[in-house]
């Protein structure tokens, strides 16, 4: 009976334990932070992080920092190490322009024009020495100056007077840098103007693409004067830099002039500065290695320089230091160590600086809004969604300048805190250790019958 008894126990565990695993929710995280859309019909988002996501994060991977919904299910996220690349917003700007006579000399004249530039290349003025009569109502040729150094030009737009007389003329738009060569940018700008009953439909504009300096154009038929007072174009706004993030980080000494240092969190790690005392050199060798409990044994220490020569000079009251090292790619390690190689002793470790570059987070609309960030957690799996191939589909489609919408973090709290960090448990094999337990409790019935079969068999012979 007792047999029958641990056999059901035994069965009733097995049964219950898948059901276990396939209850399995989203793990918990140490922290949240909400989500601001820039507007709400975009579909996709990209979320510049933040320093404190960093260091809330567990994973050297960021596998632990994802997007989830109002109902708190996880939406397709995946994380960009780089900056995001943000569009830059366009304004309008005017340009300068000239009138030139039609290339094609009439009566058998000549066209000669003398081009006057500054030392920038900037068009002066144009001087026309041709021979030529032009005859009343001729299309001229438009010359653009976007002066030294020009933005990226996304549109043109061409202002002429006001008129009742409709206007119907196509130009070829071209460009150069030179005025010498140029390249067609659009082989036919319809430019129209009608009206009917006091309705009006107008085409002023064309759609380019393009950093050349000097545009060009040529009208398409030789009658079609157009009352021109202005070009202007619309142009992206040079995106700003971006700008390294730096963490300074207090060491202990170790033996044989070792440093240590710890870091909390995964920030990707490219770049590392040795602060040393005023008026000093020394050359170092840093390593790093991952510090959490991933692993049941400890990694290794991993060389990311050697050799690094760190200096310091104090010149009357102007502190000029060594320039910043650059690491081999991305570093998320959370123990550094410094190893002095020559120079002086020095009396205390020195701080060292460890620099990096915000990323992202490019994730779709899923489920309800709003939605939030979260991360720090050691239970979290590696399942980020590859939403390249859609991205670059988008970019074929919408040019390459075509960016996610943009969405901002708010300040971030507490979620689960710092239990969210506690690794699972070693994985057993629990099949494995059934099987043994079976073995053993047969084992031992099998021996307590042999043992029963001996006495019963002894007392016969006594």
Known sequence: MN???????????????PLALVAQTLPPYARQWQITLSRDDAGAYRVPLQADVYGAAYWPDLRDVRVIDADGKPVASTVHAAPAPTAAPLRRVPLRWFALPPRAAADGGTLALMVERSTDGTVVAIHDTSTVQ???NVALVWLIDRGPAPARLLSLKVEWAETDTPVDVDYRLEGSDDLRDWQTLDPDVHLLQLRNQGQA?????????TRLRYLRMVPLQEQG???VTGFSGEVTTPAMPERWKWLEIAGTAGANKDYHYALKGRYPIQRFEVV?????????NL???DSTAIETTPTRWQPRAAGVTAWNLNENGNEQRSPPGQ????????AWRLQQVSGAALAAAPPLRLGYQTGSVLFLAQGRAPYRLVAGSALASANHADLEPMLAELRTRRGAQWQPSSAALGLGSALAGDAAYTPAPI??????????????????????LALSLLRGQAKPTD
Do not use: H
Not at 4 to 16: C, D, F, P, Q
Not at 201 to 209: E, K
Not at 276 to 283: K, L, R, V
């Open 201 to 209: 439909l107008r085409r002023d504009s064309a759609q380019v693409d």
């Open 225 to 227: 004067s157009l009352a």
């Open 327 to 334: 690491l081999d790619g991305r570093v998320g390690d959370q």
């Open 276 to 284: 040393m005392p005023a008026n000093s050199t020394a050359s170092w």
């Open 287 to 289: 390593a790093s290695r």
């Open 3 to 17: 047999c029958n008894r641990i056999g059901r126990w035994l069965s009733l565990a097995l049964m219950t334990l």
């Open 134 to 136: 032009l005859r009343p």
């Open 427 to 448: 994985a057993r094999d629990w099949k494995s250790l059934v099987l043994w337990g079976v073995l053993a409790l047969g084992t031992l019935l099998v021996g307590g």
